[in-house]
């Protein structure tokens, strides 16, 4: 099979959706598929394909939202290119420039396109409208939602439960959507595969020593993750435990204002803010922790987490339908509710290095259930549907007729 993954984002820009995307087209060709992936360029403003990679970049301008680029919805240029590939389904991975494009080349060359949400945008609206106009700003998201998801695209994936009821329940889609909950390659964050003299690099690096207790959180620095909630459980933990400490691995906008507070609230030596990981170094910083944490309600699925477990780190995560198929009570973390609870189930492991050792076991063997290879079989079986459905074009209509006439 020809498969085109059209996507706003991808290497060497680095979040979930990325891992996400490289893990699928991985999976994909390991089956034996041609996988093509068309994407914005993020490092300047030129066409370029790598031959080798299958990636087609397309320039757009800076949207001044993080790294992102904003690139035109039908690059004439891209499309000979494009139609060389003669793909037999297209695969959208946002619902932005790129995905306009990926819809509208799909109607024009009839070619089936399935689509991935990803993201809960009603989670965003502030970044936009700051805190103006956010009513009927979230209608205007739903409306944008429904017509992306619902109206321009053959079949929809979802990655957790919660998507799906935002959908059925809350927009009253009607069309059928498939759950697929994202794999990812777990076999890269395994413990026995992680340079051990660079784990210890890098805690030497950060000042973790044996004794400290480590909790780890990976992911964008911004409102919607609730840093302040772990700044907060890390000031009142060290009062009693000073041993205790938060690693939080990533970069966003609001990196040097939650660095200002933790440093107003003394707590500097405690909370360590590494900024941006090379992609590749991930499964080493997953090593230094000993347990994986996310106060974060904004979470289609939450990748991190998964990641964390393929790491043997038991997840404790805030009370949200986004985790609840993943994280479950004593057997690979823990589900709290606040700041409080999450502080009597941290102090709880830490006192209990049976019950530690116990969920770690766990978490990894809960992490098998997200492999690539399940994941990768899955999207297939959605690809097979959409191209079993999908309606023959002009063209194929004028062939039909006259091989019925000359027959």
Request: hydrophobic fraction near 35%; charged fraction near 30%; charge should be positive.
């Amino acid at each position: 099979m020809r498969i085109g993954i059209f996507t706003e984002t991808y290497t060497p820009y680095i979040s979930g959706l990325v891992t996400s995307e490289l893990m699928l087209k991985k999976a994909l060709e390991k089956k034996g598929h041609e996988v093509y992936v068309v994407t914005a360029n993020l490092t300047n403003s030129h066409y370029e394909y790598d031959e080798k990679e299958r990636v087609l970049r397309i320039p757009g301008i800076p949207t001044g939202i993080y790294d992102s680029r904003l690139t035109s919805i039908y690059p004439l240029k891209a499309i000979n290119k494009i139609k060389s590939w003669n793909l037999d389904v297209i695969h959208s991975q946002t619902e932005f420039a790129i995905g306009t494009f990926a819809r509208l080349f799909a109607k024009q060359y009839n070619i089936p396109i399935v689509h991935t949400y990803h993201t809960m945008y009603e989670d965003y609206v502030h970044y936009i409208t700051r805190g103006h106009f956010d009513k009927s700003s979230k209608k205007l998201v739903e409306y944008l939602t429904k017509f992306y998801c619902d109206k321009t695209i053959n079949e929809l994936i979802v990655p957790t439960k919660k998507a799906y009821d935002l959908f059925k329940k809350k927009y009253n889609v009607e069309r059928n959507i498939h759950i697929i909950p994202t794999g990812i390659e777990v076999e890269r964050f395994y413990k026995e595969k992680i340079d051990s003299k660079k784990i210890n690099n890098l805690n030497k690096q950060y000042n973790i020593s044996r004794k400290d207790f480590t909790a780890v959180f990976v992911g964008r620095i911004a409102e919607e993750k609730n840093i302040p909630f772990l700044i907060n459980v890390t000031e009142d933990l060290i009062k009693t435990k000073p041993n205790f400490k938060m690693l939080i691995i990533g970069d966003g906008p609001d990196k040097e204002a939650y660095e200002k507070i933790t440093k107003e609230k003394h707590c500097e030596n405690n909370i360590i803010f590494t900024g941006k990981v090379p992609w590749d170094d991930i499964p080493a910083y997953y090593q230094l922790a000993d347990i994986f944490i996310s106060a974060s309600q904004s979470e289609t699925q939450g990748l991190t987490i998964i990641e964390a477990m393929a790491a043997s780190l038991p997840a404790l995560c805030i009370d949200d339908e986004s985790f609840r198929d993943t994280v479950v009570d004593d057997l690979n973390g823990y589900l709290f509710k606040d700041e409080d609870s999450c502080k009597e189930v941290i102090l709880k492991i830490m006192n209990d290095k049976k019950l530690l050792a116990s969920l770690q076991n766990g978490a990894r063997n809960s992490a098998e259930m997200h492999s690539s290879k399940y994941f990768a079989e899955k999207v297939l079986d959605v690809y097979k549907i959409a191209i079993k459905n999908r309606k023959p074009g002009y063209r194929e209509k004028i062939t039909d007729f006259f091989r019925k006439v000359f027959s």
